[in-house]
């Protein structure tokens, strides 16, 4: 009898995702468990089937050369999926969880090491830390100390959450591992103890400091190098600073996002600071020299070319930013913005208005060409 298409077996079409494919088994998998057909060899093989096809497009190597050549490529000894073959419980490790964690009571365990040799002890959580600086302290980096709540390891117990003088006892139900064993049909499945909860030992004197969990919380104080050039969102982590394990486990680690607050003047581009400034109309006129700021603090004299329109960008080589570990540094581009005169005395009306009238197309060459063509295009239209 022909084999069916392993898309077809799970419902699927062609160039679904793993996730997809995931789904769909898990859902099948269900639905004709043999736990659920008991005596039913159709059902029985029916999930065979399933498995089979599960076992080919989950894996991306298995699923590209059936896509390419169907169920020839594994005959012959091909190392095709083979129904229960020796990969059968790897491909079932996904979905024992949903299909036996109501009625056999609670989840896989986690961590821990081999098989049988389980411990109580668990890694202990990471944590996140929001530190905003200014663009000065990004541009010369800064030693900031810092204030982080967190959990320690007991001192009383030195983290194994026993009292002094005792120590943990191993669990009888599942003889330290951790994990015990249950039948279901012709399955063997592996479970977290109920007993111990995957710890694979018990405290039968817990410490009082600690309450047995081997950790107290507490606020400490770290020193934190925060370096030249970091950018908005630069994540900084502090290996083996984070909470402290349960019960002796290793320390997580703690992890610090950097926010750069707005500045008054300056606007960040990767490496490249921009500002904008505003000159006087006449400066812009008739040349000059401003004084700008720099993100180090400092100023500089830049002179400004007699004519200078408003939006002139003139560039300050290595005036911005470090780059983040590098000798490297970006440039500083300054924006001229020209001021219009306003609130003007008698007087500066006057030598604007005489101004006015002794200007012609060369002083304003940009507007008198502009209106010059305005009116040829209306009379062209009354024309």
């Known amino acids: 009898m022909a084999k069916r298409d392993y898309y077809e077996v799970l419902g699927l079409a062609r160039g679904v995702g793993e996730q997809d494919i995931k789904a769909a088994f898990r859902k099948m998998a269900k639905e004709h468990h043999p736990d ?37 490529a594994f005959e012959g000894g091909r190392g095709g999926p083979g129904g229960f073959g020796p990969d059968f419980a ?37 944590i996140r830390y929001n530190m905003d600086i200014a663009l000065q302290e990004a541009f ?3 030693q900031a100390q810092i204030r982080v709540p967190t959990s320690i390891g007991c001192e009383t117990c030195s983290g194994t959450g026993a009292k002094v003088g005792t120590k943990p006892t191993t669990c ?26 995957g710890r694979g030992e018990f405290i039968e004197d817990p410490c ?30 502090l290996a083996g600073e984070g909470e402290a394990g349960l019960r002796g486990g290793p320390t997580g680690d703690l992890y610090i996002f950097l926010s750069i607050k707005p500045h008054e003047f300056f606007q960040r581009d990767g490496a490249d600071i921009f500002c ?12 000059g020299n401003i004084d700008v700021p720099t993100v180090d603090g400092g100023r500089i004299r830049m002179p400004v070319p007699a004519g200078t329109e408003t939006g002139k960008q003139f560039r300050l080589k290595s005036k911005g930013m470090p780059v983040l570990r590098s000798k490297v540094q970006g440039d500083m581009y300054i924006q001229v913005d020209v001021e219009t005169p306003k609130n003007l005395s008698r007087r500066q009306r006057e030598l604007l208005e005489q101004f006015a009238q002794e200007s012609n197309t060369e002083t304003n060459p940009a507007s008198d060409g502009f209106f010059s063509k305005v009116k040829e295009f209306f009379e062209g239209k009354a024309g």
Do not use: W
């Open 172 to 197: 009888p139900t599942c003889a330290g591992a951790g994990k015990v064993r249950a039948s279901q049909g012709f399955f063997t499945i592996e479970r977290t103890c109920p007993s111990c909860h």
């Open 36 to 72: 659920k057909h008991a005596g039913d060899k159709v059902a029985e093989q029916k999930f065979k089937e399933i498995n089979e096809a599960y076992e080919v497009l989950k894996d991306p190597q298995k699923r590209a050369a059936y896509d390419q050549f169907g169920h020839a």
């Open 276 to 287: 904008r400034v505003p000159i006087a109309m006449t400066t812009a006129a008739l040349g």
């Open 140 to 142: 010369s980096g800064k």
């Open 90 to 126: 790897s491909s079932m490790s996904d979905i024992f969880d949903d299909l036996f964690g109501e009625f056999m009571g609670g989840r896989r365990g986690g961590g821990g090491g081999p098989r049988g040799q389980r411990s109580g002890r668990e890694r202990g959580a990471d």
């Open 208 to 237: 009082p400091a600690c309450s047995g969990i081997g950790r107290i919380n507490r606020e400490r104080t770290l020193a934190v190098n925060i370096p030249a050039g970091v950018e908005d969102g630069t994540r900084i982590r």
